[in-house]
């Protein structure tokens, strides 16, 4: 049971014990009294007091921040990581998507600029990356094996 329906439970019990009382002095003073006024006077002194103990019990808020989980073991590369999801993602899907494809031409793409001057774009970049690695990388996405996959990290590594 939550903090909160714990409250209004000690609530609801701790304004029946009140009414009882009150019924109980009454009846021994041998006073008349109403009922149901008698019961909406001792629920409403209850309700006020419950919330002036709401109001002023100081259970402060937690300010605690939750620190993010790393996806992968201390020291590993951020982008090592993304590109294993990536991998993951794509071997586990029903239906081909283009994030592995995109993710594998950024870094081919990367890779030529700064080896050889060249964008993927270029058609100097088929001879370099080979018509398998090329194909991949620019054809339309489609589901690759993990054989495919290794070739085209291979080749983009070997360039």
């Known amino acids: 049971m939550s903090g909160a329906a714990r409250f209004w439970w000690r609530w609801l019990g701790a304004t029946a014990f009140l009414l009882g009382v009150v019924m109980g002095v009454l ?46 073991p201390a020291g590993q590369d951020s ?17 081909a998507d283009h994030t592995l494809r995109d993710r594998l031409a950024d870094l081919a793409d990367r890779r030529l600029r700064q080896r050889h001057g060249l964008a993927l774009a270029d058609p100097a970049a ?14 339309p996405p489609r ?9 085209c990290v291979r080749r983009i590594e070997e360039l």
């Not at 009846?27 to 002023?56: I, R």
């Not at 088929?126 to 054809?139: D, K, M, Q, Y």
């Not at 993990?146 to 070739?151: L, T, Y």
């Open 143 to 151: 589901r690759l094996s993990r054989d495919e996959i290794q070739r």
């Open 27 to 72: 009846a021994l003073n041998g006073s008349t009294w109403h009922f149901w006024p008698l019961v909406l006077l001792v629920a409403f002194t209850t309700a006020v007091l419950a919330l002036v103990n709401v109001g002023t019990v100081n259970e402060s808020p937690d300010w605690t921040v939750d620190s993010v989980q790393a996806l992968g």
């Open 79 to 95: 982008r090592l990581g993304m590109y294993a999801r990536a991998i993951s993602g794509h071997l586990d899907a029903r239906v």
């Open 126 to 139: 088929l001879r370099l990356l080979g018509e398998e690695a090329f194909g991949v990388l620019t054809g």
